[in-house]
């Protein structure tokens, strides 16, 4: 199923060009008060949902999905995990090039491990993308993004596709700088997620995704999945290792080679097989 967060928070089935306005099927969330979970609750309970989409899209109205604004199809992650460097590629290109490393060492991900992005620097494709220092390189990096959908600690990599709720497009913008990945990740909109996110049983395989990202039409990043240096489930282990996962939490699993700058008045076009294709304008601040 792919489902979407759409206009007012309103939740959608896209289908065949169309989005189903399915937004009653929240009304099984749990009401919640302060203080609130620090967890997605609409991912914790995703089967519920589920249900009961099942239940009302036979009569659900129908919206042609263009124009439609798209917001990220997690509203609430308690935390935006990204793995830095994991395709060999990308990692010969950040140590060839000083424009990407200013001299901060690039070392493999084995060594150095995940960091976080600020969850305030989340938005969906529609919201765009607002350059912060427009006076510095602010680069693009498509990735594929797993949705966590329930919680675990020390998770084995054997266990670890039973955690994944779903997938979707994440684009992991970045200031070049010398200050820590975390900050210069971390601008407001520099965490894009979308165009929808696409569940783990109907995208079976995640380790043989096709994807590319252009920029003005012109093709900057090309690659697939299969390339990953640490895989999705040992991405769950490693995380895991640290901090509990919890539903709705998202791994940016790391962007491939072909990384370049953006600037206000630049389309981004970020495409994935299986899961779809999202525009994202770039803006002044
Ligand atoms: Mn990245």
Redesign the pocket.
Known sequence: MRLCRFNENRLGVVKDGLVFDVTQALDVLPPSRYPHPTYDSFIANLDKVRARINEILPKAASLPLEGLTLLSPVANPGKLI???VNYLKHLEEARADPGVHHNNQIDEIQRIGLFLKATSAMVGPSHGVAIRHPERRNDH?I?LAVIIGKSGVGIASADAWDYVAGYCIGL?M?VRGPEERSLR?SVDTYAVLGPWMVTADELTDATNLGFRLTVNGELRQSANTKDLVIDIPELIRFASAFYTLHPGDVI?T??PAGVGPVKPGDLIVAEFDQIGRMEVAVRAV
Request: hydrophobic fraction near 20%.
């Open positions: 990204a793995a830095p990096e990735e992991d970045t990740k940016y790391g962007t």
